[in-house]
């Protein structure tokens, strides 16, 4: 627990919550946790009604803010617009930090004053990781690292607050990867850096938002045209992330069970890299499990009525049951 300082922190910390008070509990207790001092928490409330609002009125080391449910990009930009630090940092509020998180960015930071933002390696809570025996700083120009492997998770990042209000902050347009457009912005025009070890731990579950397949491969194709520069971006590099969002569009599609439709982003996946094994192991693996399920359909639409209907299995669902397309919006 840090008293609250009377000049400006160095680092605003910024935590958008929606109905994950449990959750929430544990993340900030992995901020209160850090062996850097200078900060303050801001955690805005994107309308929770899961008592989030209550608990948070009592923790004196939290600035809140509360608004209506307006989504994550208008929360992380109100969370910013009342921040009082040098740098800003993000959160999820169901990432973990490790304790030394804050101190190796805010060290790096103050070395490397030209720096506009700085991220770090993120892993999967509960899955195996390896941990580099020298753990280095990656700096400069890493649009095109950015641009084509979209490394950089929200939890890990911190932007310096003057750059954060030149770049007018998080996109409201998109829902799912309005992060990735600023990532974009920002290593397009500014000098930043990377810490190759791990210091955030992520939760992946079916109700985040990140696990929308389609809504975020929407955004993200979007957001990948709109900001591709033939002059910084080689073509066969242009054409290799289009194919695996393809590939990405294609599994999403497939996974909400409309096999033609992931037939389609497979098939496009191919078209821009013919040579690639990656595109063919994906479309000839669908390619052949739609003609089975097409010979399947055929064969149950060829026998009699009655021996049809008990044939085919009967999706039934409990009443009550959640809205599984609810998010945070």
Do not use: C, N
């Given at each position: 627990m840090f008293m609250e300082n009377k000049r400006s922190p160095f680092i605003s910390v910024i935590i958008p919550t929606f109905n994950r008070l449990n959750l929430l509990k544990e993340t900030l207790e992995s901020v209160r946790s850090q062996i850097f001092r200078d900060f303050e928490i801001i955690v805005v409330n994107d309308g929770s009604s899961d008592g989030t609002g209550n608990w948070l009125s009592n923790q004196t080391d939290i600035r809140v803010i509360e608004q209506n449910n307006l989504g994550i990009a208008t929360a992380r930009n109100n969370g910013a617009a009342a921040a009082r630090g040098v740098w800003l940092a993000f959160s999820d509020h169901d990432d973990l930090w490790a304790p030394d998180k804050l101190l190796i960015q805010a060290e790096f930071i103050r070395n490397n004053p030209e720096v506009a933002?700085?991220?770090?390696?993120?892993?999967?809570?509960?899955?195996?990781?390896?941990r580099p025996?020298?753990?280095?700083?990656?700096?400069?120009?890493?649009?095109?690292?950015?641009?084509?492997?979209?490394?950089m998770h929200t939890s890990s990042v911190m932007i310096r607050s003057d750059v954060f209000e030149e770049i007018k902050g998080f996109p409201v347009k998109y829902r799912f990867a309005d992060e990735f457009d600023v990532w974009l912005k920002i290593t397009a025009d500014h000098p930043t850096a990377y810490f190759d070890g791990p210091l955030v731990f992520i939760r992946f579950y079916e109700s985040n938002t990140s696990h929308d397949r389609i809504g975020v491969r929407t955004d993200t194709y979007d957001i990948l045209l709109r900001h591709y520069d033939p002059e910084r971006v080689p073509r066969e590099v242009f054409l290799r992330t289009l194919s695996d969002h393809d590939i990405s569009f294609g599994r999403a599609y497939a996974h909400a069970g409309n096999l033609s439709e992931a037939l389609k982003w497979f098939r496009s996946s191919l078209r821009r890299t013919p040579l690639r094994l990656r595109s063919w192991r994906y479309y000839i693996r669908y390619r052949i499990l739609s003609a089975l399920c097409k010979k399947d359909a055929t064969a149950v639409?060829?026998?009699?009525?009655?021996?049809?209907?008990?044939?085919?299995?009967?999706?039934?669902?409990?009443a009550g049951a959640p809205d599984s397309t609810s998010k945070h919006s």
């Open positions: 933002m700085v991220a770090a390696r993120h892993v999967r809570l509960g899955k195996a990781y390896h025996r020298r753990p280095r700083w990656i700096k400069g120009d890493l649009f095109l690292k950015e641009y084509s492997q979209s490394f639409g060829s026998q009699p009525e009655e021996i049809r209907s008990e044939s085919l299995p009967q999706t039934r669902h409990p």
